[in-house]
């Protein structure tokens, strides 16, 4: 991915210039809601897992453990997803709408 950070057009300096990243924090909320949903939903494996091995204790143990089980699956879910947001995000940022600010004169524009 092309990281290149143009100069501001009106101090002539690219020290200064950021991203304007409205898009990258969308996809990250985004993706961490439907990727946390995902993994607590597709995570029936790691719930009868996690209930299997609390059954050493009867009932509490086997409740706690389909918990943890469907708990462990929501957070990969959640973080999968929000590094694949992110990304998502960040490229739409940088490649589609190009809007770009600096941080020493206050300019905003495009590329």
């Known amino acids: ?3 290149e950070i143009p100069l501001c057009p009106n101090c002539q300096s690219s020290a200064y210039v950021v991203l304007v990243n409205t898009t990258q924090k969308i996809g990250t909320a985004v993706g961490s809601a439907a990727g946390g949903a995902a ?3 597709g995570a029936s494996a790691g719930a009868t897992a996690g209930g299997t091995i609390g059954s050493i204790v009867p009932i509490i143990g086997t409740g706690l453990g389909v918990i943890a089980g469907g708990l462990a699956g929501a957070l990969a879910g959640f973080f999968a997803g929000s590094a694949v947001g992110n990304q998502i995000g960040e490229h739409i940022d940088r490649h589609i709408i ?3 600010r600096c941080n020493l004169c206050g300019t905003e524009f495009e590329t």
């Open 98 to 100: 190009s809007e770009w």
């Open 1 to 3: 991915m092309d990281k």
């Open 39 to 41: 993994g607590y939903y």
